[in-house]
């Protein structure tokens, strides 16, 4: 016998689902550490606002650039400080600086963008040399287009004024806001970190991150399905590209210069201990990374010589790599599934 329910019967609660916890977990753990980041200056000095949390947040998005690439892509480069590099040159040509015969003087409003846009057109080009290559192939190739950019703006005195590289180079003043003064730079380091990294977990989650990811898995497959294997790579290079620039202008505006020093193999090569040491497939990885490392380099020198820096970067990053492949993150993560 079908019994009719009533029309003002009241439907039953759905039930929360595993997947629905797991949504509200991180949307919580996201909220805290806004609100951490958010408050962060209110309890530090000027120091500890620039020196460490400032450069953490942009280097963590020039090391952001290189875990998208590797994490997600496959592809490991080392010419992201060099992505970087380009936007810092190209801000110095554009816009205002201490060479004033060299630098066209446009407003910073111009200059930024066509900085950004020069830059990821020049990633875009190194990944259409690079994509086609695999493994230690596209290491050597993005090292030797690194090594090549640094040298090149070591000797050109015509455009890049040399080994002197070009100073001056500082924020600008924004609806009369000095953004040179602690507070505001690190608040625009922290925006520009936020944006890059919603990017990264926005795009992972769409079909083209989820195309990525499949074309790095199981490049054949791809390629036989009907996928475009190598516009796949050139477009993630495109976008690693414009993560670097973002992070190199607030490194340029962070130093107020911009010389072959700050882009040579040494500074390259830190770029791939943050992102390794953060973990290379977690999203947080490369601020985490940057973090440990940008505190070891201030810190480290109080307690040994300065010239054995190298020497406890590469202890700790043997000793995190062999405890935990996917770096500080995953070991955190395995830490609190154990505890849970």
């Not at 019994?3 to 759905?14: D, G, K, Q, R």
């Amino acid at each position: 016998m079908t019994i009719a329910l009533p029309e003002t019967t009241l439907a039953a609660p759905a039930l929360r689902t595993p997947a629905d916890a797991a949504l509200h977990g991180r949307i919580a753990k996201y909220a805290v550490l806004g609100l951490a980041l958010l408050a962060y200056p209110l309890a530090a000095s000027d120091f500890w606002i620039v020196q460490i949390g400032a450069q953490t947040l942009f280097m963590g998005t020039i090391a952001l650039s290189l875990m998208w690439l590797g994490g997600y892509g496959g592809m490991v480069s080392l010419a992201q400080l060099t992505f970087a590099g380009v936007a810092g040159y190209m801000v110095a040509l554009f816009g205002v600086s201490n060479h004033p015969e060299l630098s066209l003087g446009w407003p910073w409003w111009a200059a930024v963008p066509v900085a950004l846009l020069i830059a990821t057109a020049f990633a875009t080009v190194t990944g259409m040399l690079a994509a086609r290559t695999e493994g230690i192939y596209t290491i050597m190739i993005t090292l030797a287009i690194a090594v090549a950019f640094s040298l090149f703006c070591r000797q050109n005195y015509a455009i890049f004024n040399g080994f002197a590289g070009f100073a001056g180079l500082h924020p600008p003043r924004l609806f009369g806001l000095d953004l040179r003064a602690p507070l505001p730079f690190y608040y625009l380091c922290l925006a520009f970190a936020a944006c890059a990294y919603a990017g990264v977990v926005y795009v992972q989650r769409s079909t083209f991150g989820l195309a990525l990811q499949a074309v790095r898995d199981n490049p054949r497959r791809m390629r036989a399905i009907g996928f475009n294997v190598y516009a796949h790579r050139v477009a993630a290079y495109a976008m690693s590209g414009l993560l670097a620039a973002i992070g190199g202008l607030l490194l340029v505006w962070f130093n107020g210069r911009i010389s072959p020093d700050s882009i040579d193999a040494g500074p390259t090569i830190n770029v791939l201990v943050m992102a390794v040491l953060g973990g290379m497939v977690h999203p947080i990885g490369p601020y985490v990374g940057a973090l440990a490392f940008i505190l070891l380099q201030n810190f480290a020198v109080d307690l040994i010589d300065p010239e054995r820096f190298n020497l406890v970067i590469g202890i700790a990053f043997l000793a995190i790599v062999l405890a935990s492949p996917d770096g500080l993150v995953g070991l955190w993560r395995r830490l609190m599934r154990r505890r849970s």
